[in-house]
């Protein structure tokens, strides 16, 4: 689950952020502001991994608030600046922004920015998932996971304590922002290879140590059996019959 911080004052320009960001599923928001020191408190109490800042008419000296911000805070966000004007785009690189926004701000463009992110913030940092529906938010530890199976536009999670949880979201949604020990076997199916005990290339089926689930898997993804097998393989003693 990734946070994020709107430092902005534009309703319309918060709107449409918020929006877009609704369709990644990964994304939570966890405030606007448009005070320098209400903002400054959030980011270094919450650490959000990404903050949209207007840079322009919100807050006084915004590049000051990214340097301020620096020298307290290890975990430095992504930042993204907003500006009616390109003017600042060299500033704003140069006191390391990631991305620049002209405004008004369109879907397109602020998407764009956001996949760009999502390439730079590594799946492995993230061990938690949020399944969002609504005002309900459920939270999955990644390494809790056995695999997960699609279910018509659902998808399923076995857990490892047994029980079966439901999200209203295709396989696929989940499929990029899961940790690197996930790998896609079929079409229907997403294994954790931390809890593989078995690799049956005959049956095709992975046996899952927990109550000894067996995991179809199709030639189709054979690159990431063999992925699988070799990362299993390498610390394993093989005996040969």
Known sequence: MRNYFIIDNDPHSIQRIENVLEDFYEFNCIGVSCDYDNA???????TP??????????????????????????TFPV?????????????????GFFDFLL??????????????????????SRKNICLKSYKDYQYLQTDEILF????????????????????YKTLKTFESILPDNFHRIHKSYIINKNFISRIQYGKLICTIKRNS????????????????????????YISVN
């Open 103 to 124: 405004s008004p701000l369109t879907e397109l463009e602020i998407r764009k920015s956001v996949l760009k992110v999502l390439k730079k913030i590594p799946a492995q």
């Open 40 to 46: 400054m408190n959030i980011i270094l109490k919450e």
């Open 213 to 236: 689930y067996e995991v179809p898997f199709t030639k189709t993804y054979i690159g990431n059996i063999e992925s699988i097998n070799k990362a299993l393989s390498e610390y394993s």
């Open 49 to 74: 991994d990404l903050v949209f800042f207007n840079i322009e008419n919100v807050i006084d000296n915004p590049f000051e608030f990214t340097q301020e911000l620096n020298l307290f805070n290890d």
């Open 79 to 95: 930042f993204i600046a907003i500006s009616s004007s390109k003017e600042k785009v060299y500033e704003a690189i140069k006191n």
């Open 148 to 167: 997960l199976k699609a279910d018509n536009n659902a998808t399923d999670f076995y857990m490892n304590d047994g029980s079966i949880i439901s999200a």
